[in-house]
């Protein structure tokens, strides 16, 4: 079974601070997505990677694919409340369908 | 440009009933794919759909059944519910892998 581990399960911070969280798997990705998802919403996709060593911003996120393609991190700068939700990383592990996360629920606080 | 659309919203259903959810992709997009999301997890992979076949499977029973149609859209059938079926159920639709899937809104069913 592959699995994609996300840490921290649980995030709650300030609005302003700083975070990272992360993606981690003992197998290698072609690609891996970041999603965020809202309550009653479906999934949004944020970024994709492909690279290993990647480094991608979008506005205050930045995302980073390790250099093994077996894991990655979402930094976010200067949170805003409207940063709250599920975030959730995916892969495909070459075999067309995509594997998700156990997810990190982030709560900024105002 | 409509997104991927789910119907119903949201839906409740008897034990021992028979559901039908519906989605239509993101115009463009080819593959259906359907997820189901237990409240606080990530999205579980039920099966894949490309030109009206099943191409790919997760780990769920028999009971989960799929069809695609020539316009692309696609339904998802439950049997004989369970309790533990509870749950969110995404669609999504893609084109490229690489450039990730569009989802619903999703169907939240309730079984009582």
């Known amino acids: 079974t592959q699995l994609l581990e996300q840490s921290p399960q649980f995030l709650s911070i300030q609005e302003g601070e700083n975070l990272t969280v992360y993606c981690n798997s003992s197998?290698?990705?072609?690609?891996l997505q970041w999603y965020r998802q809202e309550p009653g919403e479906g999934p949004v996709l944020l970024v994709t990677?492909?690279?290993?060593?990647e480094v991608k911003k979008l506005k205050r996120l930045t995302f980073q694919f390790g250099d093994a393609r077996k894991d990655s991190s979402l930094h976010i700068t200067a949170a805003q409340t409207g940063d709250t939700g599920l975030y959730l990383c995916?892969?495909?592990?070459?075999?067309?369908?995509?594997?998700f996360g156990t997810g990190t629920r982030l709560t900024i606080i105002p | 440009d409509a997104g991927v659309t789910q119907s119903p919203t949201h839906l409740i259903k008897t034990r021992g009933q028979q559901v039908t959810l519906r989605c239509s992709p993101k115009?463009?997009?080819?593959?259906v794919s359907w997820y189901q999301q237990a409240l606080g997890q990530g999205p579980q992979f039920i099966f894949q759909?490309?030109?009206?076949?099943?191409?790919q499977r997760g780990n769920f029973p028999d009971r989960f059944s799929g069809h695609q149609f020539p316009n692309y859209s696609s339904e998802l059938n439950v049997n004989a519910l369970l309790l533990g079926d509870s749950a969110l159920y995404l669609c999504?639709?893609?084109?490229?892998?690489?450039?990730?899937?569009?989802f619903g809104s999703g169907t939240r069913l309730t079984v009582v």
């Open positions: 999504a639709s893609s084109g490229e892998i690489n450039y990730g899937y569009t």
């Open positions: 197998s290698v990705f072609s690609s």
């Open positions: 990677v492909v690279t290993g060593g």
């Open positions: 995916a892969v495909n592990f070459g075999n067309e369908k995509l594997t």
């Open positions: 115009s463009g997009h080819d593959t």
């Open positions: 759909y490309y030109e009206e076949e099943e191409r």
